[in-house]
Antibody
Framework: QVQLVESGGGVVQPGGSLRLSCAASGFTFSSYGMHWVRQAPGKGLEWVAFTRYDGSNKYYADSVNGRFTISRDNSKNTLYLQMNSLKTEDTAVYYC????????????????WGQGTMVTVSS | DIQMSQSPTSLSASVGDRVTITCRASRSVSSYLNWYQQKPGKAPKLLIYAASNLQGGVPSRFSGSGSGTDFTLTIRSLQTEDFATYYCQQSYSNPGTFGQGTKVEIK
């Protein structure tokens, strides 16, 4: 079945780094754009980053631009989020999500979500 | 960025009720409007895409309508499993912004 499984979350001090991974299965990973979406405790959803199916285009939320890097390895069916210079306001559950559109050039709806991984930035 | 605003922020309803949630965009998003359901401790689930298209496996009591700046999610006859928080999201332009959510609670 179609599945996304995130890993790599944890507790990190402000200014630190963390890399999240998202393992995909059950669909042709290399044909779909992928997103990271986060949710701070008790808050709503915030889109973080998108990579096109082939990794050629990447977009970021202003709140993370310059600090976070989204990447993918289509040979390993895996999505990544490298998070540097972490701030307390980055504390959230991070979800990876599959884009709805086959070989889409721009972000669309999120039709498959992982279970999420918690990132806590605290001293 | 396009701002998305949902109303109400919360509502109480009974099983069998008809429930309507509204989403308004700060400028036109055409029909690039999606709806998600999230239950506590779970990932969101896509319900409606492109304003009015039911995602596969979603019960037909859910429906969406609207275009431009004003959109509606309707649950025709509320069931126990529908008590959750609902989010709209525009995919017209980057960033793909979400509404603040509408929590549907049991009356």
């Amino acid at each position: 079945q179609v599945q996304l499984v995130e890993s790599g979350g944890g507790v990190v001090q402000p200014g630190g780094s963390l890399r999240l991974s998202c393992a995909a299965s059950g669909f042709t990973f290399s044909s779909y754009g992928m997103h990271w979406v986060r949710q701070a405790p008790g808050k709503g959803l915030e889109w973080v980053a998108f990579t096109r199916y082939d990794g050629s285009n990447k977009y970021y939320a202003d709140s993370v631009n310059g600090r976070f890097t989204i990447s993918r390895d289509n040979s390993k069916n895996t999505l990544y989020l490298q998070m540097n210079s972490l701030k307390t306001e980055d504390t959230a559950v991070y979800y990876c999500a599959k884009d709805f559109a086959l070989c889409g050039n721009n972000p669309d709806a999120f039709d498959i979500w992982g279970q999420g991984t918690m990132v806590t930035v605290s001293s | 960025d396009i701002q998305m605003s949902q109303s109400p922020t919360s509502l109480s309803a009974s099983v069998g009720d008809r429930v309507t949630i509204t989403c308004r965009a700060s400028r036109s998003v055409s029909s690039y409007l999606n709806w998600y359901q999230q239950k506590p401790g779970k990932a969101p689930k896509l319900l409606i895409y492109a304003a009015s298209n039911l995602q596969g496996g979603v019960p037909s009591r859910f429906s969406g309508s609207g275009s431009g700046t004003d959109f509606t999610l309707t649950i025709r006859s509320l069931q126990t499993e529908d008590f959750a928080t609902y989010y709209c999201q525009q995919s017209y332009s980057n960033p793909g912004t979400f509404g603040q959510g509408t929590k549907v609670e049991i009356k």
